[in-house]
């Protein structure tokens, strides 16, 4: 009888292991269990939402975080071919390890490849700005919430949660350049209030 994973299950096991604050050692658990559900058809079945795909991911992304970047690269590569993967889904997780060898130039071009891809999700644009935003390169950070909050406005009539969030990570990225305010600063704000939060400092 297979084993059913829910993304409580996913969860449960992050908790065991917080992403801050756990050892090496406790990442590579968490990412040799998510490897197992992702691969092992025969013991392990998924949920409605969840891709095996993107438990390679998650394991990926723990691996990174204990230090281990080509076991990393390596599972995140085989998670970008997965028959249940997302296009691009992938390409985020790429794109930081990359940033964690020190190959800045991958990165862009990993991103490059997202940039010319109108079917990328917005999902994975916001997090692309935010690995830049992460990384300190600032002008492209500012660059990919720029375009994200394009493809959100052209998506809906009215602003959405996801344009105010470009737009707010847009205005991060420019205050830490020391650039001064915009248009587009002044509409984040302008949404904010309107939306009852607090204003972007």
Known sequence: MTQLITWESIEGLERRAPRLVATPDQHRA?????????TDAASFDVDDGITRAHLLLVGAEHLEMAGDLDEARRLAETAATHPTAEPFGAHPTLISLAFASGDVDRAVALADEVRAAPEAGLH???????????????ARAERWNTIGARRASAASL??????????GGRFRARRDAGKPLDGLDDEAQELRAEAGLDPLV
Request: cysteine-free; glycine content about 2%; hydrophobic content about 55%.
């Open 30 to 38: 968490v990412a040799e269990t998510v490897t197992a559900w992702a």
């Open 124 to 138: 994975i644009i916001l997090m692309i700005a935010e690995t830049f935003e992460l990384n300190g390169d600032l």
């Open 158 to 167: 009215s602003p959405t949660e996801q344009y105010l969030t470009f737009l």
